[in-house]
């Protein structure tokens, strides 16, 4: 089982930072991939960014992030981050953390259906 609890995010304003963490524990084998993904009020899950975990070999943004959010990990502490830079109102969303399972890798774009295991969310909110 693998649990992932977020933690940070808040509010802030257009042209702002903020970062959400994502403390990983499990007791089984580790997961290959690990993104973040966002959902605003009224909309659809969109996947943000992916990296392989634990190497962190490569990493995947949405073309609306590129340039803006960094995704990183610290193996040593077992914790995900999300670095959000130059936010945007549009950015306003519940963050998820969400893991794969041990087998399978990361895809070239970030899936919320290759995810099995979810974080309750952290709430990010811009303002304008």
């Known amino acids: 089982q693998v649990q992932l609890l977020e933690s940070g995010g808040g509010s802030v304003q257009a042209g702002g930072s903020l970062r959400v963490s994502c403390a990983v524990s499990r007791n089984t084998a580790s997961p290959r991939c690990m993104g973040w993904f966002r959902q605003a009020l009224g909309k659809e899950r969109e996947g943000v960014a992916q990296l392989y975990w634990p190497s962190g070999a490569e990493t995947y943004y949405a073309d609306s992030v590129k340039g803006r959010f960094t995704i990183s990990r610290d193996n040593a502490k077992d914790t995900l981050y999300l670095q959000m830079s130059s936010l945007k109102p549009g950015a306003t969303a519940i963050y998820y953390c969400?893991?794969?399972?041990?087998?399978?890798?990361?895809?070239?774009?970030?899936?919320?259906?290759?995810?099995?295991?979810w974080g309750q969310g952290a709430q990010v909110t811009v303002s304008s």
């Open positions: 969400a893991a794969t399972y041990a087998g399978r890798g990361c895809a070239r774009s970030i899936e919320a259906s290759d995810y099995v295991h």
